[in-house]
């Protein structure tokens, strides 16, 4: 488990956002967020870039397990985000009564 803190440093609205890590385990960690939207479906694309600390360690680590592990992360946040979204439970998430 990581806490990380990060930072919005690019918006493009609605198409894109930019998070950073300004704090946390990894040397790096940089997160695009791209949308689109065709005939009534909105799209999202991830671009993840992170480095692990440590120098040759990290970059083994990240070999060894790292990048699969954070890909699986990804995809499984993805799949709750999805969820959340497309039911009524967003509103409970961002405490919105309607």
Excluded: C
């Excluded at 998070?19 to 695009?32: E, P």
């Excluded at 039911?87 to 919105?96: A, D, E, K, P, Y």
Aim: aromatic share 14%.
């Amino acid at each position: 488990m990581q806490n990380l803190t990060v930072e919005i440093t690019e918006l493009s609205y609605p198409s894109h956002f930019q998070d950073k890590m300004v704090k946390g385990a990894f040397a790096s960690f940089t997160h695009d967020h791209y949308f689109e939207h065709h005939n009534g479906t909105t799209f999202m694309k991830d671009v993840f870039r992170f480095a692990a600390p440590l120098g040759p360690l990290g970059w083994l680590a990240e070999s060894l397990f790292l990048e699969k592990y954070m890909r699986d992360l990804l995809v499984k946040r993805n799949k709750v985000i999805k969820a959340i979204a497309e039911s009524n439970h967003w509103r409970v998430v961002l405490q919105i009564n309607a």
